[in-house]
């Protein structure tokens, strides 16, 4: 006979956790809840929403759902507000399911079976640390852009997770602890909350990517990702590189100071656009500096040459 679907069963430690974080999201933060509790699934979940000290009705919001579920929604709120960082790292805190779930309060999940069927793959085999899958990026008109991301599915492993973060962070299920070895200085590479943490999931397993799309990710202006400039991005990217060799075994040292490398001769590209020529000359010299010496070489020269121009340029018009 086959078992019934359930949320959650009062005297059981749920399987799965679903972590929401949320900072002002009154207009989603219903939709991304209904859309965890519409999931069919064969072992107990929980829903656990950390509100980072929202300034509108989030919070109002979350009781409501709490209310009306108390066997499967908790909620965190706070009384000031704590950062990106340190909302995460708490709401993970607070996860007892042995898998947790990642879901924004903005985006929402499309597929009733999801977790149904990235749990079964993680059980099924314990060398797998992330199950992920496709996703759709939609505007808040509904309109729907693009799918990401753009690779093939299948298994993955450091040398891909730390060259790019590849994984939208609303079709990921991950095994618990592994947020628990995150160092100290996850707390300085805002907005990155993702990234490290799958970092060290590819130290103890492959990252599957599922050829299905079961989210939407939807793009608004305050987003942590599509919602910064090209020029935040790669200043955060910088200071994630900056620090990732602590938590990298020494055979990917090399990947990611090359990778550091790439992301200085883009900042120094941006900084140019905007005449900024000092800094784009120092971010150039950085580029030609941070990987070895025949990485990168031909763009690297290119971007320390077309730096150093301009900045004489510069100087000698001032």
Not at 84 to 95: G, P
Not at 226 to 238: H, R
């Amino acid at each position: 006979m086959m078992q019934q679907p359930m949320h959650i069963a009062t005297s059981s430690v749920p399987l799965v956790s679903v972590a929401i974080t949320a900072f002002n999201s009154e207009k989603w933060l219903a939709r991304a809840i209904e859309s965890v509790l519409m999931q069919q699934t064969t072992f107990p979940i929980e829903i656990v929403v950390a509100d980072d000290c929202s300034t509108d009705g989030t919070a109002a919001v979350a009781l409501r759902f709490r209310e009306n579920h108390p066997d499967i929604v908790r909620v965190l709120t706070r009384n000031k507000n704590v950062g990106i960082q340190h909302n995460y790292y708490e709401t993970f805190e607070m996860c007892q399911g042995k898998y947790i779930a990642w879901l924004d309060a903005d985006d929402y999940w499309t597929d009733s079976s999801k977790l149904q069927i990235q749990t079964q793959a993680l059980e099924d085999d314990s060398s797998i640390a992330v199950c992920a899958h496709f996703v759709r990026w939609v505007t808040m008109d509904n309109e729907v852009k693009k799918e990401y991301p753009r690779l093939a599915p299948g298994r993955y492993g450091m040398s891909e997770i730390v060259r790019r973060n590849f994984l939208p962070s609303p079709s990921v299920v991950f095994r618990n602890e592994i947020n628990r070895k995150l160092p100290q200085w996850y707390f300085d590479v805002a907005p990155i909350p993702d990234w490290p943490i799958w970092i060290l999931a590819a130290q103890s397993g492959d990252i599957l990517m599922m050829d299905r799309v079961m989210a939407d990710y939807q793009l608004t202006p305050n987003s942590s990702t599509t919602g910064q400039s090209q020029l935040t991005q790669t200043k955060a990217d910088i200071r994630f590189y900056e620090r990732v060799e602590s938590i990298l075994p020494a055979s990917f040292h090399r990947i990611a100071r090359s990778e550091i490398g790439k992301r200085y001769e883009t900042l120094a590209y941006l900084l140019r656009r905007k005449k900024e020529f000092r800094a784009s000359r120092e971010a150039a010299i950085k580029a030609f500096i941070s990987p070895f010496l025949l990485d990168n070489l031909t763009s690297k020269t290119k971007s320390l040459i077309a730096a150093l121009v301009r900045d004489v340029e510069w100087r000698l018009r001032n």
